[in-house]
C-alpha cells in the first residue's frame, strides 16, 4: 500500500488501465468474450426479448451455451447496434 501512496503518476496510470482491463496485454475489443442475457441484448438494442430470439435464430447474434443456457456474445449486439453484422 505504501508503495502505491509514493507511486508517479504513470506508474499510478498502468495500474488505472490494468484494474480497468485496458493495460494493452489483455484481449482486444475484436477478442471480447463478454456475454449477455436475451434480456440484457434487447434492453441494449432497444428492441422486444422476442425480436432478439428471432435475431439469434437468423445467425445474427452470436449465441455461446454457458451452464445449460444460452448467453449472447456483447460484442455481436455491438455489432448489430453498430451496423456491422453480416
Same mark, same amino acid.
Not at 15 to 22: E, F
Not at 27 to 35: G, P
Not at 43 to 50: A, E, V
Given at each position: 500500500?505504501?508503495?502505491?501512496?509514493?507511486?508517479?503518476?504513470? =506508474?499510478?496510470?498502468?495500474?488505472?488501465?490494468? #484494474? @480497468?482491463? &485496458?493495460?494493452?496485454?489483455?484481449?482486444?475489443?475484436?477478442?471480447?468474450? +463478454?456475454?449477455? =442475457?436475451?434480456?440484457?441484448?434487447?434492453?441494449? #438494442? @432497444?428492441? &422486444?426479448?422476442?425480436?432478439?430470439?428471432?435475431?439469434?435464430?437468423?445467425? +445474427?447474434?452470436?449465441?455461446?451455451?454457458?451452464?445449460?443456457?444460452n448467453r449472447i456474445r456483447?460484442?455481436?449486439?455491438?455489432?448489430?447496434?453498430?451496423?456491422?453484422? +453480416?
Amino acid at each position: 500500500m505504501m508503495k502505491l501512496l509514493a507511486a508517479t503518476p504513470q =506508474t499510478l496510470a498502468k495500474v488505472d488501465a490494468i #484494474l @480497468n482491463g &485496458s493495460d494493452g496485454m489483455t484481449a482486444k475489443a475484436d477478442d471480447d468474450c +463478454r456475454l449477455v =442475457t436475451y434480456t440484457e441484448a434487447a434492453k441494449r #438494442l @432497444n428492441l &422486444s426479448r422476442p425480436t432478439v430470439y428471432r435475431l439469434v435464430k437468423l445467425g +445474427r447474434l452470436e449465441v455461446v451455451p454457458l451452464d445449460g443456457v444460452n448467453r449472447i456474445r456483447l460484442k455481436s449486439v455491438v455489432d448489430f447496434a453498430n451496423g456491422t453484422t +453480416r
